[in-house]
């Protein structure tokens, strides 16, 4: 069975193996959780990738969000429509989108068993607004003008210029609560407020959760536990999911698609988002450094050639400004700025001083093939405008690492939005980004947009202005768009509850399975 989601809705279901949909459609679709008495037993999960020392705050990637997703809570979250919901803040008030007041469910707890109170709040806020903390909701929580926690239930978030895009990050699962005193300290973040607390980490291998009988929310979780099951070769991942080792998994690789959805007991929960960029050395050092020869990387690119060999044709070629065609600041022209023109970025080279071309490194990871693969056809591509590539393939948690080091001088990335705002944008445009954006790049052009683009209130206003911005980054190419690409989980049918938010939101997904069960 193949569920799409798209755009907020589900826009597709299609049934094979003999199945009847009539039944499964309406659970497919209802997103109401279990009985809460634990009748699910223990769901056995194949992630993606070993997360050795998670730190909540911090963009980690897909894996360290799906442990988080079940490990904390913030004070808002997302359903499994890409709305935002309550968390472990029954309710706000917004005033202008400055002024945001949260009063707290009566008798949270962490797993720890101490109490979770606004001073937590102010703690967690405060540490997200800290350059230090390299804190993936940074370029929000900078904005924070002052926590006030006038009792234990209520904390009042002023912030010095209005933020449209405020709650909307909030909801990521990084903007989660932490207890105060855990927060800065060189121990995983493992303590929540989350729907299950953590049980055990085996290296390479395992992580260990079970349900949290204190969860704020009545009837949840389901599961006894959840065994994550560290399995980061792709064939391996799919392979378990259809011998029956695992229960469920992220991410089905693309050439499995059509194996698991013919499977008569399983589901592809198939979504469309996330997508395939380039990034930069912009170091003086570097010969990226130059816009031109940036652009020139821009117009020697088959994009058709990424989804083709990269993405196993599940996916579209990027050629503009990454924004889903459902936002409301989607902008056709930006969307195919860019066509692959090898005279051109050859004229491009040598305007900028490289007409027999050059050498450098080019950084991705051999731990998922669609990121070697993207690496792969770059190479050949950018061979023929004279740019010899060497490449260095580590595993994903090494690849992080030189990236946030800069160490590279081009590179591949995978990444989604925060949010379906342009806000987003600043997690691959400026420092805050960390890994996600390129090395070196500051731009304050680009910061100066990417605020007032968060102040203005007018709508109208501000689609003005991330017009502007999407003219500027085009023009600069810090970033270049490969190709979007398609996202699924793959899990039994027996499974319900369990929904792959769409659009840039997939990797939030593990927001719901606190209310998923086993039928």
Known sequence: MRTLTSSGAR??????????????????????????????????FGLDSDVPNLVTPQNQGSASMMLNSVL????????????????????????????????????????DGTELTSEDVKATLEHL?????????????????????????????????????????LADVSGAILPSESIGQDEPTYVGAGPFSYVSYEQGTSFTVERFDDYYE??????????????????????ALLSGSVDMISFVGWSSYEQVENAANLVLD????????????TTPDSPFSDPRVRQAVAYAVDRQSVVDS????????????????????????QADYYEQDLDTARQLLADAGYPDGFSARMLSSSQYDFHQNTA????????????????????WPTRLQLGADGDYDIAVY????????????????????SQNAPFGYDDPTVGDLLDRGREATDESERKAIYDELGAYVLENAPVIGLAWRSQAYGYVDTIEGFSNIPGFLTFDSGYTLASAVRR
């Open 11 to 44: 826009r597709a279901l299609r049934l094979a193996g003999g199945l009847t949909a009539a039944a499964l459609v309406l659970t497919a679709c209802s997103g109401e959780g279990g009985s809460g008495d634990g009748t699910s037993g223990t769901l056995r």
């Open 72 to 111: 904390h809570r913030g004070l808002v979250a997302y359903d499994e429509d890409g709305e935002i919901v309550p968390a472990l803040a029954e309710s706000w008030d917004d005033e202008d989108s400055q002024v945001y007041t949260f009063t707290l469910r009566d008798g949270l707890t962490f797993h």
């Open 129 to 169: 607004r800290d350059p230090e903390a390299v804190a993936k909701l940074f370029p929000v929580a900078e904005g924070i003008e002052s926590v006030e926690t006038p009792d234990e239930l209520t904390a009042v978030v002023r912030l010095a210029q209005p933020d449209a895009a405020f709650l909307p990050y």
């Open 218 to 239: 009545d009837g949840e979780p389901d599961f006894d536990s959840i065994e994550f099951q560290i399995l980061p070769d792709q064939s391996a991942r799919d392979n």
């Open 270 to 281: 198939e979504t469309e988002g996330p997508f395939m960029y380039l990034q930069f050395n």
């Open 310 to 333: 990269a993405l196993g044709g599940e996916g579209a070629p990027l050629w503009g400004m990454p924004m889903p065609e459902s936002s409301e600041f989607y902008n056709e022209e």
């Open 376 to 395: 792969l056809s770059v190479q050949g591509d950018l061979e023929k405008i004279g740019i010899e590539l060497e490449m260095n393939l580590p595993d």
């Open 414 to 433: 995978g990444t989604v939005g925060v949010t379906n705002d342009p806000a987003w944008l600043d997690q691959m445009l400026t420092p805050a980004g």
